[in-house]
């Protein structure tokens, strides 16, 4: 919205949207507009795409990021749970991008952009569902970027590492790596920031991207290069992730 945008921001909950969208406009002057859906339920996408297309006229880009995870061993995790996370990361990142497809991109061209994980790059504990999940969204990268790239449509994934001030850097261990001083196996020796991943999304659908798609951009500080399976640490991660 700073660089110029007009932006539809949309969950499951209408009332949590409508009140980050008025404190965007507040701190842009850019319109908000929320709606709410559910990434498992094609209709709800449908209205929401309807109804943004009537305000705007328009659509030239799609963030997908809607997501799912804890922490959590494959031993104790249940079927629905597994399930669960991928109705909502991969089928949900398929049932958006195919509903802008049918609607706008089809006959218009635009950018998509998955937000997705370096879970699946090394295999983490922990994290059977959700890197399952993602690596999954890294492979719809691919081929939609090959099939949609006719229509004039890039599509792109982004992997964040670990980000300060946010619900997954709480819920998944964050805070006690940093309590830790765990950072050091990060080569940046840090962890990253909200606006650093927000300037990576900016990028990839911008015109210095134009000719990138079917890519996956980290931005980690390097840390799936350098980060193993310390399995006292993990253990820790779970027994903390258990009072949350």
């Keep these: 919205m700073r660089h110029g945008c007009r932006t539809v921001i949309a969950s499951r909950s209408l009332e949590r949207v409508q009140e980050s969208a008025a404190k965007l406009m507040a701190a842009t002057g850019q319109r908000c507009l929320?709606?709410?859906m559910d990434v498992r339920q094609p209709e709800t996408i449908k209205a929401a795409v309807e109804k943004m297309l009537r305000v705007f006229g328009k659509v030239d880009i799609l963030v997908n990021n809607?997501?799912?995870?804890f922490l959590c061993p494959a031993s104790g995790l249940s079927?629905?749970?597994?399930?669960?996370?991928?109705?909502?990361?991969?089928?949900?990142?398929?049932?958006?991008?195919?509903?802008?497809?049918?609607?706008?991109?089809?006959?218009?061209g635009g950018v998509i952009v998955n937000i997705t994980a370096t879970l699946s790059y090394r295999g983490q504990m922990?994290?059977?569902?959700?890197?399952?999940?993602?690596?999954?969204?890294?492979?719809?990268t691919k081929h939609l970027a090959v099939e949609w790239g006719p229509d004039n449509i890039r599509v792109n994934s982004l992997a964040p590492g670990p980000v300060s001030g946010t619900e997954g850097f709480r819920k998944l261990g964050g805070l006690l790596m940093a309590a830790a001083d765990h950072c050091k196996v990060i080569p940046l020796q840090r962890v990253g920031t909200k606006t650093e991943i927000a300037h990576g999304v900016l990028y990839l659908v911008s015109p210095a991207a134009s000719f990138?798609?079917?890519t996956s951009l980290v931005i980690d500080g390097g840390h799936w290069l350098s980060g193993a399976n310390d399995m006292s640490a993990i253990q820790a991660l779970l027994q903390a992730s258990a009072k949350l």
Excluded: C, R
């Design 79 to 108: 079927f629905n749970a597994f399930k669960t996370v991928l109705e909502i990361d991969t089928i949900g990142t398929f049932n958006t991008s195919k509903l802008l497809y049918q609607k706008w991109f089809k006959d218009h």
């Design 66 to 69: 809607a997501a799912g995870n």
């Design 34 to 36: 929320p709606a709410s």
């Design 126 to 140: 922990l994290q059977v569902h959700a890197g399952s999940a993602k690596a999954a969204i890294d492979a719809m």
């Design 212 to 214: 990138v798609t079917g």
